[in-house]
């Protein structure tokens, strides 16, 4: 039976745990808020720059463009993961790593050659142990990514894609829904489908636009923002999902030390009742014998 010392020591221990735990969820909570306030700030700048892209489209009566799909086949496909650079996130990290390793499976069974770019070291570790190949890897930007990660990992996409080393880029990221629910999901970023920007208001269906100096000019211009707009919404979004996940996490934590430090406490309230009833019993037996 443990002494109440240890039962002391214990309790400590523990104590200090839950103080962790309790300031890590403060810490979580308003990151998440931080990011969910970015989020909304950009997404009329989303809406927006989708809209427009969808009236150039429309517009125009036909345009050959190498970022629109259909320019080449499709052979070699890459895959980009967004995860944390930490743990103590619940199952966030390993949902959506799942959800890459699932979609490189099903590419895969369609002849296609899959590799992988990693945000986030828990990602990069994850596909390793899955026997992925994984081509570059981005830390230190998953808790707060800016506008100009967005960009430089962008480029490097774009490198890709037109030096035909990639044909196709997916990307695996998890969407925020609330504090307590997030979603893994994935989206074909490379290349672009016109269907991908549909006209939902029929007035500007019938709209005559013209383009200086020519339509492939300003979507060689527009198209590539775009792609780092949703590249950067997608950094976004797995942001606040990450640390609503740690939220969470770290809030079931200090729910579990309280419950043990409960525990604890009763364990040596008896340990020390039983000592007081064993001292007690002693000094009667000593005065008996007397």
């Known amino acids: 039976m443990p002494t109440m010392r240890d039962i002391k020591g214990r309790i400590r221990s523990v104590s200090t745990t839950k103080k962790t735990t309790k300031a890590m969820n403060l810490v979580s909570s ?4 931080r990011a969910r306030g970015t989020l909304n700030a950009a997404n009329p700048y989303f809406t ?12 125009s009566e036909g345009f050959d463009h190498p970022i ?10 890459l895959i980009v993961i967004i995860a944390n650079d930490r743990g103590l996130c619940g199952g966030y990290n390993v949902n959506v790593s799942k959800k890459a390793v699932n979609l490189a499976a099903e590419l895969s069974d369609q002849g296609r050659e899959i590799s992988f770019l990693a945000i986030g070291n828990k990602g990069r570790d994850f596909i390793r142990r899955a026997g992925g190949n994984i ?23 774009m490198d890709l894609y037109n030096s035909g080393l990639v044909d196709e ?12 629910t997030y979603i893994p999901q994935s989206l074909r970023l490379l290349p672009v489908s016109p269907e991908d920007f549909p006209v939902e208001d029929d007035s500007r269906k019938n709209m005559v636009l013209k383009f200086e100096p020519s339509t492939h000019e300003v979507l060689s211009y527009i198209v590539p923002k775009y792609l780092g707009t949703t590249l950067f919404e997608s950094l976004i979004t ?7 996940a740690t939220m969470t996490a770290m809030d079931s934590a200090t729910e579990n030390a309280s419950s ?8 040596l309230n008896r340990v020390r009742q039983a000592a007081i009833t064993q001292e007690i019993s002693e000094i009667v037996g000593g005065a008996n014998a007397l």
């Open 48 to 59: 927006h720059m989708r809209r427009a892209i969808g009236d150039i489209l429309n517009s």
């Open 169 to 180: 880029v997916y990307i695996t990221y998890t969407e925020f829904v609330s504090a307590i």
């Open 30 to 33: 308003a990151k998440m808020a």
């Open 238 to 244: 797995s942001a606040a999902s990450g640390q609503g």
């Open 135 to 157: 081509i570059q890897t981005f830390s230190g930007i998953s808790e707060k990514p800016t506008i100009q990660d967005a960009r430089e990992i962008m480029e490097v996409l």
């Open 68 to 77: 629109f799909e259909g320019n080449r086949p499709i052979k070699k496909t």
């Open 260 to 267: 043990i430090i409960d525990n604890l406490t009763l364990v």
